[in-house]
Every structure is written in structure tokens, then in C-alpha cells.
């Protein structure tokens, strides 16, 4: 930042996020947070409540752009790839996604999956890191659940219980093919992943009570009917009976899932008018 400051180039910080746990840690170190978030050019945040942490720390005025992810378009790819994996799983059988998970939630989950009587159900869990892929297939096996790696590129077999998605760059693909997802990261203090592209697939949400990372997104799902919010696992396996015996309810929450998406588009074309005037001058090849 000093350098860039130094050389009078102009440095944006964009699509910015600040939950409330990581302003706090920032706000220990003003002597550095407070001059380094002063040297930006301009500050671009997500919400009202990120500009508002940012500006506590020492930024100047900061914009509101809305989230970038809102305006994200699902690659047809991927679609497909998702309309293979459901052919693949089973297209008849009911598809609970438990998608990036974090250390310690395939353990509670698989605790409160283990009671639900839903014929033919069929869990996929997608870990959020990778090195995690083996730690996850050892536990199930520790508990004689009887899995299949996405990496064994296989039908899925009909004593098949978990689906164990060991791959990169595939989270679209098991969201189409889903028909209710649970979003990792919120079960336990980790902060939550992000809930838009399940919600723009038209999917409906189950979500943790730890959501700090992405709070704002999460709360307007859940008010606008695309997310349900679940304490524990057995609150999210009781939600999951429900949706999955009742498709009127799972067809409410994706139209809810698709609005809510579609109503806060936006934020690439106020990102675009934003950094138009520092480009002046230059001509910009495709």
C-alpha cells in the first residue's frame, strides 16, 4: 500500500468484507490498520455494516457496492456435470448436500443423519479444504457407513449411503444436482460459507447459527424464505424431513432462493462505474 501510495498509483480495495470477530482483531494494531487503511485510493464495501467496521478502523469514506457473488452465473459446464452426478447418485433418491464442511461437522452431522428413517436418502458431503478428503473418508469408514469417493467416477451403488465429494471446482455441480443443501462453516464457530450460488440454483438452505462471515447475505435469505436457520444437528435433520416429505415446501423455498438472488444483482456494474475514472487515458484489449 505504501509503495502503490508512494508511485501514486491507485490502489482499490473492492467487494470488501469485515466481519465483526476480524475488526476486533484489527482494531488491536490502530498504528497499522488505522494508516494502511487511510493509504487506499478507495474502499468498496459488500454492506452497510462492513463500510461501517471499516470506517471504525481508520478507512475514509467507504462506498456500499453490494456483493460481487450475487452476480456470479452458474457455467453451463457445470450444470451439466450436475445433471450427470444426479443420474450418477441415483435420480430417484432424495439428495441432502452438506456442502463445505469444516473439521468436526461431518461428525455431528453424521450423528443426526444417522436417525432419520427417509428411505433411499443419499448424503453428499463436499469438505471445504482437500487435505481434509481422507480425514473425512476415514471417519467414514471408522463408522462402517458405507461410502463412494466422486473420484472413483462411478454410479452410485444402491447400499450407498454418502457420497464423499473428493474433488476441486465442482460445488455447482453437486448444488444442481441436490435437493436441499446444508451450508458448512455454521454448525460450529468457523463463520459459515457463502449461500448465494446454492439460492441462484434455486435450491432451499439449511444454515448454521454461526453465519459472522457472511451475516448480511444470510439474514436477507432467510427473510426473504430462501434459507432456513437450524441451532444443531438434529434442528437441521428435523428441517431436512420436513422438505424432503414435502415438495410444495421445497419448491416455495427456491423460487424464494431465485428472487432473492436475482434482487440484489448489481454490484459488477457499480464496481465497473467505480474504477472507470482511474482508467481514463488507457486502452484496455480484450
Not at 198 to 207: D, W
Request: with cysteine; glycine share 8%; hydrophobic share 45%.
Amino acid at each position: 500500500i505504501a509503495e502503490c501510495r508512494s508511485a501514486k498509483v491507485p490502489l482499490l480495495l473492492v467487494n470488501a468484507r469485515l466481519s465483526e470477530k476480524s475488526a476486533q482483531k484489527f482494531a488491536r494494531v490502530p498504528a497499522l490498520t488505522g494508516p494502511a487503511l487511510a493509504g487506499l485510493t478507495q474502499i468498496a464495501a459488500q454492506t452497510e455494516g462492513d463500510a461501517q467496521r471499516l470506517e471504525s478502523l481508520g478507512a475514509p469514506a467507504v462506498e456500499i457496492m453490494g456483493n460481487l457473488k450475487f452476480d456470479i452465473a452458474p457455467p453451463p459446464a457445470l450444470l451439466q456435470l450436475g445433471a450427470e452426478f444426479r443420474q450418477g447418485f441415483g435420480a430417484t433418491r432424495p439428495l441432502f448436500l452438506a456442502a463445505s464442511t469444516r473439521d468436526g461437522e461431518e461428525a455431528l452431522l453424521l450423528d443426526a443423519l444417522s436417525s432419520v428413517t427417509i428411505p433411499g436418502l443419499l448424503t453428499v458431503i463436499v469438505p471445504r479444504h482437500p487435505q481434509r478428503f481422507d480425514a473425512v473418508a476415514q471417519l467414514l469408514a471408522a463408522r462402517g457407513i458405507p461410502f463412494q469417493r466422486r473420484s472413483e467416477n462411478r454410479p452410485v451403488l444402491p447400499e450407498t449411503q454418502v457420497v464423499l465429494g473428493d474433488s476441486m471446482g465442482e460445488m455447482f455441480a453437486y448444488y444442481a444436482a441436490c435437493d436441499v443443501a446444508f451450508i458448512g462453516g455454521s454448525l460450529l464457530p468457523y463463520g459459515a460459507q457463502n449461500l448465494i450460488e446454492a439460492a441462484c440454483l434455486g435450491k432451499p438452505v439449511l444454515i448454521g447459527v454461526h453465519t459472522y462471515n457472511f451475516a448480511e447475505a444470510t439474514e436477507l435469505a432467510i427473510e426473504a424464505g430462501a434459507a432456513r436457520r437450524v441451532a444443531d444437528g438434529a434442528e437441521l435433520t428435523w428441517e431436512l424431513g420436513i422438505l424432503l416429505k414435502d415438495p410444495v415446501q421445497r419448491t416455495a423455498m427456491a423460487q424464494a432462493g431465485l428472487r432473492f438472488t436475482e434482487q440484489h444483482r448489481g454490484a459488477t456494474a457499480r464496481l465497473m462505474a467505480l474504477i472507470a475514472p482511474y482508467l481514463d487515458g488507457y486502452s484496455i484489449s480484450p
